[in-house]
């Protein structure tokens, strides 16, 4: 039975592929014409939007926003959990009011179709060189004075194992939130871990299903000004957690 069942989540992530690589496609032409002109990239946002609704449709994944606490006026640094690609492909469409851009590991350009949106539209981190990771910190800084808000996985990067257990997250996010400051929206992604597992996973689980979010009530720069980076890091990662804690209640460990 456990073969069978990952036989069929293994059908479906191939069917969420085919329908990702097909959007990706149709759209592509009215990214590039976006891109001809520096001044029209904001209206990249509204294709990627439109891109995020069209994969809730046609991949059967209908969002439930649990909480949605009121968003503050942006920019601001967004920061969620990741336990699956979901959280990237749904948040255009969760969080549709004011412009994002994607702060995310450069590994992501491998992946050709993905690399030709990521590189032009979002802002890759190279870990792995310190010079190159500083820059991405400078666009990130330019971007927001531009009016994007910035969206992070504080976490870097999918947990391998016990998903959605969190892993503690660096510090990067509220680095630049503070010496921005701006405010910091927390969301929290409960179940897509469920319903599309990481690729790699070959059999890992993969269904159609509803995506529970929580948009969390967010941190202001008055409280985020007493606290430390450190402390600012715990208090996001502890509300974050909340939710998990309250639906997947094994997700709890001893530090929790």
């Known amino acids: 039975m456990k073969v069978l069942s990952g036989i069929l989540s293994l059908l479906w992530k191939c069917y969420i592929g085919i329908v990702f690589c097909t959007l990706a496609l149709v759209l592509y032409p009215f990214f590039f014409i976006v891109l001809l002109n520096p001044k029209w990239k904001k209206r990249s946002?509204?294709?990627?939007?439109?891109?995020?609704?069209?994969?809730?449709?046609?991949?059967?994944?209908?969002?439930?926003?649990?909480?949605?606490?009121?968003?503050?006026n942006g920019p601001y640094v967004i920061v969620a959990n990741h336990s699956s690609y979901l959280d990237i492909f749904l948040m255009h469409s969760i969080l549709p009011?004011?412009?994002?851009?994607?702060?995310?590991?450069?590994?992501?350009?491998?992946?050709?179709?993905?690399?030709?949106?990521?590189?032009?539209?979002?802002?890759?981190?190279?870990?792995?060189?310190?010079?190159?990771?500083?820059?991405?910190?400078?666009?990130?800084?330019?971007?927001?004075?531009?009016?994007?808000?910035?969206?992070?996985?504080?976490?870097?990067?999918?947990?391998?194992?016990?998903?959605?257990?969190?892993?503690?997250f660096k510090e990067g996010a509220f680095k630049l939130a503070k010496s921005l400051n701006i405010p910091i929206v927390p969301v929290t992604f409960?179940?897509?871990?469920?319903?599309?597992?990481?690729p790699t996973n070959i059999?890992?689980?993969?269904?159609?299903?509803?995506?529970?979010?929580?948009?969390?009530?967010?941190?202001?720069?008055?409280?985020?000004?007493?606290?430390?980076?450190?402390?600012?890091?715990?208090?996001?990662?502890?509300?974050?957690?909340?939710p998990l804690l309250a639906e997947c209640p094994w997700v709890k460990t001893e530090e929790s």
């Open 190 to 198: 409960t179940n897509n871990y469920r319903l599309f597992s990481d």
């Open 97 to 168: 009011k004011h412009p994002f851009l994607f702060l995310g590991k450069s590994e992501i350009l491998n992946y050709p179709i993905i690399r030709t949106y990521f590189k032009g539209l979002n802002i890759p981190v190279h870990r792995g060189n310190k010079m190159k990771s500083g820059r991405s910190f400078v666009l990130a800084k330019r971007a927001v004075e531009e009016g994007w808000s910035i969206v992070i996985f504080p976490e870097g990067t999918i947990p391998d194992d016990d998903c959605p257990r969190m892993i503690p």
């Open 203 to 242: 059999l890992g689980p993969a269904q159609p299903g509803i995506s529970r979010v929580h948009i969390l009530p967010a941190i202001g720069v008055e409280e985020m000004a007493e606290l430390s980076v450190k402390e600012l890091t715990e208090v996001c990662f502890n509300r974050i957690n909340a």
């Open 45 to 72: 946002f509204r294709l990627f939007v439109c891109w995020s609704w069209l994969m809730r449709i046609f991949c059967f994944y209908p969002v439930k926003k649990v909480n949605v606490a009121q968003q503050p």
